[in-house]
């Protein structure tokens, strides 16, 4: 009888792509590693630091094909990687690992994370999420725009903060400008708004703005658009303008219950 091989496959987020922002257990897990699998542009942001190790990529769009590789890899016996930008769970590929997982049950899955856009964006920009927010992709690949358009309209009812991922691209110019007039239904022209673009790569940019001008800005793919609540403001401060949603200390001063 020929023996199973168990092998190990961890998803792993490797943040915006800049090495110092790759977290310490991802760092040795990769350092350990037998093979590094993932999206073509992830791969090439890493692979500079793993001299000697397998790579495993395809282009855009094979993302199942992706994950069966890694899968297939991790069967034979060997401990990979499969790596993600940002967080592996948030628009990440740790889910279709998990689903497709049945089909190799000698592999072992882990999953370790990143930090997300979100969170390196805000950085950037100031402290815009330190109360409640919403995080939605305007990507209608995989989800219907209409059900795109109905969670910005409750969200931005609920007065949340917002963070879009995939604002636009080349085929979808004008989703940013639709996604601002749904927005403007329940917000005011002059809601505080930020966006942060190539975070942590060549070109880093971030920019502060009211509502109704970012329905007009021109972005891209690789930006982060952060959307304020009824509370957020920007601040002047010694390094420029930040942006900053309070998260109602006063309140905890006068007797509340918030922590």
């Known amino acids: 009888m020929n023996e199973i091989k168990t092998g190990?496959?961890?998803?792993?987020?490797?943040?915006?792509?800049?090495?110092?922002?790759?977290?310490?257990?991802?760092?040795?897990?990769?350092?350990?590693?037998?093979?590094i699998a993932g999206y073509e542009v992830y791969i090439n942001l890493v692979k500079e630091h793993f001299p000697g190790k397998e790579f495993l990529s395809t282009p855009m769009r094979k993302e199942e094909e992706r994950c069966r590789l890694a899968l297939q890899k991790a069967s034979e016996g060997k401990n990979v990687v499969f790596i993600c930008s940002g967080d592996a769970g948030v628009y990440g590929m740790s889910g279709l690992i998990y689903e497709i997982s049945s089909e190799f049950p000698n592999v072992q899955i882990n999953v370790l994370p990143g930090i997300t856009a979100a969170l390196s964006g805000s950085a950037l920009l100031g402290a815009p999420l330190i109360h409640d927010f919403a995080v939605i992709s305007l990507s209608d690949l995989m989800t219907p725009w209409e059900k795109i358009s109905k969670r910005l309209e409750y969200a931005s009812a609920a007065d949340f903060c917002l963070v879009l991922y995939n604002p636009m691209s080349h085929k979808r110019k004008d989703y940013l400008f639709k996604a601002c007039q749904i927005l403007l239904k329940n917000l005011p022209e002059d809601r505080p708004c930020g966006y942060a673009r190539n975070i942590g790569r060549e070109g880093e940019e971030c920019g502060i703005l009211t509502l109704k001008e970012l329905s007009t800005a021109e972005l891209d793919m690789f930006t982060t658009v952060f959307i304020g609540n009824s509370s957020t403001k920007v601040i002047e401060t010694?390094?420029?303008?930040?942006?900053?949603?309070?998260?109602?200390?006063?309140?905890?001063?006068?007797?509340?219950?918030?922590?």
């Open 8 to 35: 190990t496959l961890t998803v792993a987020g490797i943040g915006s792509g800049k090495f110092s922002q790759i977290t310490t257990e991802v760092l040795q897990t990769l350092k350990s590693c037998d093979c």
């Open 238 to 259: 010694s390094g420029g303008k930040k942006l900053v949603t309070p998260r109602g200390y006063e309140f905890e001063k006068s007797g509340s219950d918030i922590k």
